[in-house]
């Protein structure tokens, strides 16, 4: 079973910036495509950013330009460097795992095999 455990998160002003991390707990790591979702306040769920096991990166507009998804396969760790963060940032930050079998097709189109259990991020002045 992959455990996903973030940390990170916390209260910032608007205009800081937080970074936030997921240990994986096994092996696998580097074969998965790996992805940030976040759930505000009465809002659903939503990609944030994503990676592949190639290093492609995909953003949602509202983050584009701000945060940066990055990961250490060495560490089994990845990464979530939010910078000029606004009110809107703030949500639960989720770390989430595609199996590592997964291919593009069902990843682009599918919710992730594996959850992290949140980091909340308020963003308040």
């Known amino acids: 079973q992959v455990q996903l455990v973030e940390s990170g998160g916390g209260l910032v002003q608007p205009g800081g910036s937080l970074r936030l991390s997921c240990a994986v707990s096994?092996?696998?790591?580097?074969?998965?495509?790996m992805a940030w979702y976040r759930q505000a306040p009465g809002k659903q769920r939503e990609l944030v950013a994503r990676?592949?096991?190639?290093?492609?990166?995909k953003y949602t507009d509202s983050v584009k330009g701000r945060f940066t998804i990055a990961r250490d396969n060495l560490k089994k760790t990845l990464y979530l460097q939010m910078n000029s963060l606004s009110l809107e940032d703030t949500a639960v930050y989720y770390c989430?795992?595609?199996?590592?079998?997964?291919?593009?097709?069902?990843?682009?189109?599918?919710?992730?095999?594996?959850w992290g259990q949140g980091t909340l991020v308020t963003v308040s002045s």
């Open positions: 989430a795992a595609w199996k590592s079998t997964a291919i593009l097709s069902v990843i682009a189109s599918s919710d992730p095999d594996y």
């Open positions: 096994e092996s696998s790591f580097s074969r998965r495509a």
């Open positions: 990676m592949l096991r190639d290093g492609n990166t």
